[in-house]
């Protein structure tokens, strides 16, 4: 269960936009009343704090963007390599089969896995992408994977990618969509020990998942963040 918890200021802007309008609406309904020295100074801090508040409001909304709403990686099945292949013509020969999974949430998650032809058990290794990725990041390390001879599944999280979903949550979430992964390697292929292999967002998933699973075998974190705070932070500050 997740508790996502929404900040809302009411700042110094907002209480001198109110009284900015509020001075003005007094020379709209009472006419009579005159401007002296002091309107003018008022009006003017009044119409600055607007701009500011509405500055400030953008940059939070941009913050938001980021974090939860990253733009989808848009990608054709062209990049996540050929269906069948052997890597520098010598071992064996592997094969990617698309499919798709249904979280806890009702949502369809679209996932690929290459693994060698002939069965036979084996480790897996699940990659999982950074936030506004997809699982065409697990195509730059498939090489190394393929040098084990162990097989490997990428998944789009939701929200990203092809998976349904129109938010991230920076793992809170995301861990579920890698347990529906996990349940269906035990459950439908001949996977023996499965590693996780996260980057950034999908590192800290990885952590997040790895500790409610001691069947875990391993963890790969590229650039996990430590907390959602100190990421804020950052990104503020940038």
Known sequence: KATVSVLYWYTPCEIHTFGFFFFCSLFFFFPSLQMNAWSIPLMAIGAGSAAVFSS?????????SFLIRPERQVYDDGHLGPVRFQRKGVGPVYRRKDFKVENMRGMSLEASMWCPEGGGTRPCVVYIHSSGGSRVEAVDILPEVI???????ALDLSGSGRSEGEHVTLGAFEQQDVCCIVDHLRAHTNTSDIILWGRSMGAST?????????????LILDSPYSSVTKLLTHFCGS
Not at 56 to 64: I, L
Not at 147 to 153: F, P
Request: charged residues 30%; without cysteine; neutral net charge.
């Open 56 to 64: 400030v409001k953008d940059a939070w909304e941009r913050v938001v």
């Open 147 to 153: 040098e084990l001879r162990y097989s490997m599944v």
């Open 206 to 218: 990885a952590l997040l998942y790895a500790s409610r699973d001691s069947s875990i075998a391993a």
